[in-house]
């Protein structure tokens, strides 16, 4: 029986809009899709989602100066995160009526602190979680078995009873090898749906 459902948030709760963003800086479509490919495909973008605030600072320089041709947007990107997401507000009020329902909710998603911070601090589903782990916060990262194993842990989770919500299949493979049942969002459509069926 599912009692606790677990979202990630990028692409799940939040889409991402980092390409258009990249195009208001000014980029061509195609220069902000190689930039973001680059930014993204980077092992710093890994080492950004167990950072502080401070130690994302830190990587912001890193970036610029092992990329010194896109120095510039790479530093205006990282100082308007704010700007790289766009809420899901009917996802929202599917999650929670999913509280009103009585499951228990929790987030469980790769960021880091300020990203998350900037993305989350206006989200309305943000109240109704019964319990939050972030990448930064825990110093693992998905697929990781030990996040999963964090977030079961400080919330007292029993697997079997977990539905853990997600865009990236390596992602809800982990958490399925730990007993966890999964669903990999595959759009928002798809979302919506699964969220109907549990609100039936």
Request: contains cysteine.
């Amino acid at each position: 029986m599912i009692k606790n459902i677990i979202f990630d948030v990028g692409d799940v709760l939040l889409e991402y809009r980092w390409k258009d963003m990249l195009m208001d800086y000014g980029l061509s479509g195609e220069e902000a899709y190689k930039v973001g490919r680059m930014m993204f495909d980077d092992e710093l973008w890994d080492e950004r989602d167990l950072a502080d605030i401070k130690r994302g600072d830190e990587l912001t320089v890193e970036y610029m100066e092992k990329y010194p041709e896109y120095s510039q947007v790479i530093e205006w990107f990282f100082s308007h995160e704010e700007y790289m997401h766009i809420p899901r507000k009917d996802i929202w009020e599917k999650v929670h009526k999913l509280k009103e329902k009585g499951y228990k909710l929790y987030i469980l998603s790769n960021y880091s602190e300020s990203m998350f911070i900037k993305h989350t601090k206006d989200a309305d589903f943000i109240k109704d979680m019964d319990g939050i782990v972030v990448s930064y916060q825990a110093h693992f990262m998905k697929p990781d078995h030990r996040i999963y194993h964090f977030l079961l842990d400080k919330y007292f989770l029993k697997p079997d009873e977990c539905l853990f919500f997600d865009d990236r299949i390596e992602n809800t493979k982990a958490a399925s090898e730990l007993g966890i049942h999964v669903r990999t969002v595959i759009s928002k459509e798809f979302l919506a749906e699964e969220l109907d069926k549990l609100l039936k």
